[in-house]
């Protein structure tokens, strides 16, 4: 199995530019995750979906910030428009509901740089 | 509010000691709670597992304790190698949400 994959693995650009954030889970599971990783705030929640369904939004920052998930195989996260405060290094995640607490595998990151 | 909380932001040790990390929690019941390593540039991977009625757990040379009375876990690395170096991080999980909160990492450096 590829695993989690993102793209693009770095982004820079200038604020006020939209930026689209990219990934495609591991086949076959029904959650997927987007996190935020930030020295000052560690790693953070932003949202997830189970069954392509957004279930908790509750960490997305601001309305600056949307996620979809169109199908099962695809997610993005956008920012529009970007602040040099939304610099982070932004996972993707999925895992598989069995009941038995859920196993997350994590993306290799997109590291965004706003300046 | 729910918090989470690593012993430390950074642990050396020399090599073939016993590393051991703290995860503590407040303001939550888990059902689970995950040990997860990231090594820098890279995206967490998942080490261990434990649920709530688990005292322990383990998984070649790390070990995993639980103790929900507490509200504390263990992560135990034995006979450390400096391949071990990396951040760990712990993560919660309620009983039927599907999100995991995750405690902000204590980076191990492991020294020959």
């Known amino acids: 199995d590829a695993g989690v994959i993102q793209s693009p693995r770095h982004e820079v650009t200038e604020m006020g530019q939209e930026v689209t954030l990219r990934c495609k889970p591991i086949s076959g599971h029904d959650y997927l995750f987007w996190y935020r990783q930030t020295m000052m705030r560690g790693l953070e929640l932003l949202i997830y979906f189970n069954n392509n369904v957004p279930i908790d939004d509750s960490g997305m920052p601001e309305d600056r910030f949307s996620a979809k998930m169109p199908n099962a195989s695809f997610s993005t996260l956008k920012i529009q428009p970007s602040e040099p405060r939304d610099s982070a290094v932004y996972f993707c995640a999925s895992s598989l509901s069995r009941g038995n607490g859920n196993t997350i595998y994590f993306g290799e990151g997109s590291w965004l740089t706003v300046v | 509010s729910q918090k989470i909380e690593q012993n430390s932001e950074a642990l050396n040790i020399q090599e073939g000691k016993t590393a051991t990390l703290t995860c503590n929690y407040t303001?939550?019941?888990?059902?689970?709670l995950q040990w997860y390593r990231q090594d820098p540039g890279r995206g967490p991977v998942f080490l261990l597992l434990i649920r709530e009625n688990e005292k322990e757990k383990r998984k070649e040379r790390l070990k995993v304790t639980f103790d929900t009375t507490l509200k504390q876990s263990l992560f135990h690395i034995t006979a450390s190698q400096p391949a071990d170096s990396a951040t760990y991080l712990c993560a919660l999980d309620g009983a039927n949400a599907g999100k995991s909160t995750f405690g902000d990492g204590t980076t191990l450096t492991v020294k020959p």
């Open positions: 303001n939550y019941s888990p059902a689970y």
